[in-house]
């Protein structure tokens, strides 16, 4: 029995080693907690990185926009940027020469997870492309925008990836509109949304990639969405995110495309 409990614990040693999971859990005992994490590393942040096919982005020039995008949706993101580079405190101030990709590795939190676990994050690649390996590859995010009174977290869809000259990384997105005066469905208890229209240029965006919250997870009846404008489209939340998102989202009142208009004439002005 004793041989038996040596070759035991070597075994789970090895295997922690290597990275490995055990091949039994148990409770320890003695008020330390659950041991199904202890042989796993610690994950911690991990800068992003661009992957796959790069290209040198300059928004100025209406043929160097990424050839993956259809020509309305890349006019309009052209529009976008140059509306936000313009001035002289542009909203989006990077620094050329800017490199574009399809797909961007990341590390995002869980926050299902407690901060202290070892999957607290999660290695994860964002994609930009109609498909990838047969399946559509156009993910969505939330993310977090500031707003005057608060911070309020809206989805949207990653268009494009890029880096600056300093390292800086940022993603391109197409904002999902919320259905005003709705902030979770009371039947069905998800999120609304409809799809922007995509040759409009406040339907886009380009955000600093720190100010992703998580993936996430919708649903459509239309595969094609950039011939469906106005579509209806369903956030699926866990509790603890619908939860964050309507203490965040409360004041949802008028249509975000509206006060962004609404927004972009006052600066202009």
């Known amino acids: 029995m004793q041989l038996r409990d040596e070759r035991t614990w070597t075994l789970r040693d090895l295997l922690g080693l290597a990275g490995e999971p055990p091949t039994a859990f148990s409770d320890r005992t003695g008020g330390e907690g659950p041991d199904e994490e202890w042989y796993m590393q610690v994950q911690g942040p991990v800068h992003p990185q661009l992957v796959g096919g790069r290209r040198e982005f300059n928004w100025v020039c209406s043929s160097c926009m990424p050839d993956w995008l259809p020509p309305t949706e890349a006019a309009a993101l052209r529009r976008s940027i140059v509306f936000l580079t313009a001035g002289i405190s542009p909203v989006l101030n990077w620094k050329p020469p800017i490199t ?32 990838f390996m047969g399946t559509p590859a156009r993910d969505y995010v939330t993310v977090t925008v500031a707003g005057d009174v608060h911070d309020r ?16 990384h940022y993603v391109a997105l197409r904002w999902l509109a919320e259905v005003p005066g709705v902030v979770v469905d009371p039947v069905s208890r998800l999120v609304p949304l409809n799809v922007t229209p995509a040759a409009t240029t406040a339907s886009y965006s380009v955000m600093p990639v720190d100010s992703i919250v998580n993936g996430a997870l919708v ?23 619908q939860e964050a998102y309507i203490g965040s989202n409360y004041d949802n009142t008028a249509d975000f495309l509206t006060a962004r208009a609404r927004f972009n004439r006052a600066r202009a002005t």
């Open 219 to 241: 649903v459509c009846d239309s595969p094609d969405l950039d011939q469906r404008n106005g579509t209806r489209m369903w956030a699926l939340q866990s509790p603890r995110e």
């Open 153 to 168: 977290t809206h989805y949207a869809r990653c268009v494009c990836f890029f880096a600056d000259a300093d390292g800086a």
């Open 100 to 131: 574009a990709a399809q797909q961007m590795k990341l590390t995002l939190p869980d926050l299902q997870q407690l901060p202290s676990s070892a999957t607290r994050f999660v290695k994860m690649t964002l994609r930009a492309i109609p498909y």
